[in-house]
């Protein structure tokens, strides 16, 4: 499917019917591993329309010259989710680069944002981050990229990386990541804290982000849970798909009493 937001024809698949969710993956690959790290857990529960969209320069989604920052790549993600939610409230998920575009939503539109989750969540000033270190290792095991990714070095891992992953990593334009990335961080916006239900989930191992700036988000979401899960790092919702699926139903029954 394609939704066409200004010059940007953003491409997406969708599941299921009822209360929109958003859901927004890293950088460096596709709507296909947020497809496979979220969509076990949401689809649980009926009544969610869960929307999986490739963000400019990712996918099949391009990524034109004229999107020179993420706070352009943020004004089409806020297109394409007013065009697809229409009037609808909607709830928004987004892990690592995906999760910080989330806040940017719920920053400018915390009137329609329901619900917000992030998933190893992308900080502008992340601080105390572990080195890589894996706890299941296994050296002969994948390419240096798979082993830098995940901090559990299994067989099966490495089969998730290869389905969900590494076939996005080709599509990558690497031109406007670059472009984009010498302006990555989004304008500050006034106001409150965004008071939806939130979930914050960190993983304990995460070399590329880290988890201890993930506490300094319980100021800014006055609604927040906080998870900081041992035995995961950058890759937590592969290698911790039963404990996260536990934190988004509960997340998700928050955001419908709260709407009730």
């Known amino acids: 499917m394609e939704c066409a937001v200004g010059e940007v024809p953003v491409a997406y698949v969708e599941y299921g019917e009822g209360r929109p969710v958003l859901v927004l993956h890293g950088a460096g690959v596709d709507h296909r591993e947020a497809v ?83 998933v190893c969540p992308l900080f502008t000033a992340a601080r105390e981050v572990p080195a890589h270190h894996a706890v299941v290792a296994a050296d002969d095991l994948g390419s240096e990229e798979f082993r830098r990714y995940f901090v559990v070095q299994s067989a099966a891992m490495l089969d998730r990386y290869e389905r969900f992953v ?22 500050a916006t006034e106001g409150p ?48 798909p039963e404990v996260l699926a536990g934190l988004m139903d509960d997340w998700l029954a928050r955001a419908a009493l709260a709407a009730a």
Not at 201 to 216: E, F, H, K, P
Not at 222 to 237: E, F, W
């Open 36 to 118: 496979a790290c979220f969509e076990p857990a949401l689809a649980v529960r009926d009544g969610y329309r869960r929307i999986y969209p490739d963000l400019p320069g990712m996918g099949r989604t391009p990524g034109p010259a004229s999107l020179r920052s993420a706070n352009d790549v943020l004004d089409v993600l806020l297109g394409f989710a007013d065009e697809v939610s229409g009037a609808d409230d909607i709830l928004v998920v987004g892990h690592s680069a995906g999760a910080y575009y989330a806040q940017g939503i719920a920053a400018r539109r915390p009137d329609r944002v329901s619900g917000l989750a992030l």
């Open 166 to 187: 590494a076939p996005a990593i080709p599509l990558v334009d690497q031109a406007a990541m670059e472009r984009i990335g010498e302006r990555w961080e989004l304008e």
């Open 193 to 240: 804290a965004y008071p939806g239900p939130t979930l914050v989930v960190a993983g304990r191992q995460d070399s590329v982000v880290g988890y201890v700036a993930a506490a300094d988000l319980l100021d800014h979401y006055p609604r927040a849970t906080l998870a900081v899960l041992d035995g995961a790092g950058h890759a937590l919702p592969h290698e911790q």
